[in-house]
Nanobody, 124 residues
Framework: QEQLVESGGGLVQAGGSLRLSCAASGRFFGGYAMGWFRQAPGKEREFVAAINWSGVTTKYTDSVKGRFTISKNNAENIMYLQMNSLQPEDTAVYYC?????????????????WGRGTQVTVSS
């Protein structure tokens, strides 16, 4: 069974860093574009970052550019989101997801597989 499992979330002070991991199993996701989304309480799920199948092309939402870095290790079937200079507005449940295509995607409807999420809380 295909599965994506996030880890690395937690509580951090503003200005701190976290690295999220997304471990894939049951299917080789290395050949697909993948991404990170987040959902804050009372808000819709929003795009954070995406990476193409090879890891060469990335895309970020404006609010995280220069602070977050997405990467993937196809050999190990795992994806990362390095988050630096975290701010209280970054507080959300973070989800990893995979498409079944090659190119970066920013809309949730283009993603077929989803993890259950990991909570990130940034205190001021």
């Amino acid at each position: 069974q295909e599965q994506l499992v996030e880890s690395g979330g937690g509580l951090v002070q503003a200005g701190g860093s976290l690295r999220l991991s997304c471990a894939a199993s049951g299917r080789f996701f290395g050949g697909y574009a993948m991404g990170w989304f987040r959902q804050a309480p009372g808000k819709e799920r929003e795009f954070v970052a995406a990476i193409n199948w090879s890891g060469v092309t990335t895309k970020y939402t404006d609010s995280v550019k220069g602070r977050f870095t997405i990467s993937k290790n196809n050999a190990e079937n795992i994806m990362y989101l390095q988050m630096n200079s975290l701010q209280p507005e970054d507080t959300a449940v973070y989800y990893c997801a995979s498409t079944v295509g090659f190119d970066v995607e920013v809309v949730t409807s283009q993603y077929r597989y989803w993890g259950r999420g990991t909570q990130v809380t940034v205190s001021s």
